[in-house]
């Protein structure tokens, strides 16, 4: 078995799923609901694989001890010579064979931004499952902006990754949205029954298009709240000396300053129109 990965597995056929915390190491809510069901999950059919994702930045409460993992989840011929030698990629590698099994993934994350609002990370082929999960944001258009991914890498090999960003690192609150989040997923899937106080949220869909990567550093023009509506032309920050703005009305989404090159500084988004999302069979 590899190292802090949790596998349980009942004798009746079903779906194959696997629950990550800890992918960036000083998000602690998923690291919390991954400990807590090694210990007591109980499921009536299929297979349950509960992972620490970077357990070495979690023991050092930093994001990722050489390159962040959820950037490694390529074939090695994407990542350079210095990222292959990195424990991120080696770690990537051998979480690589539970997530190519699974129907589907939960990977469990926070945000350092205040405030951050809790939304959910997908494409279009899990809308309807993510529209029971309890989150007002669904947010898509991920795999193409961030290759390397938990989700993308599930949903390149046939399966239904999830990514649920469940608040800011110290809101209380994140850890018992993760929890029921997971416990609703655990349903769905039909791992488990259906929770109590189950209940639905109306949800607004958000496509991301675009992400800034920086050329030289980067600082913002001021602090954005995640979601925050900008207008065409609104001043959001300098890549060096080059001042950029946003080119048309749009969501802002993970606005950080940068001190290198080749980070990623911000991310824009819009509004999905005429959603439509199939009635959902859960699995019993």
Known sequence: MVDNVFRIKTNKPGKTVTIMGGVHGNEVCGVSVVGEFSKKLKINRGIVNLIIGNPKAVVANTRHVEMNLNRAFLGLSCLTKAQRATYESKRAKEIMPYLKESDALLDIHSSGTPGSVPFIICEEHSYEVVKYLPFKIVTSGWDNLEPGATDGFVNKNGGQGICVECGHHDD???????????????????????????????????????????????????NFKDFEKIKKGTLIGADGSKKIKAPKDCYILFARNRQSAGEEAFLLGELVNNRQTKTLKVVT
Request: hydrophobic share 45%; proline share 4%; no cysteine.
């Open 172 to 222: 209380p609150k994140a850890i018992e949205t993760a929890r029921k989040t997971a416990m609703v997923f655990l349903w769905l899937l039909g791992i488990k029954g259906k929770p109590k106080n189950f209940s639905t949220v109306r949800q607004t869909f958000v496509k991301m298009w675009h992400i800034h990567i920086t050329k030289n550093n980067f600082e913002l023009s001021r």
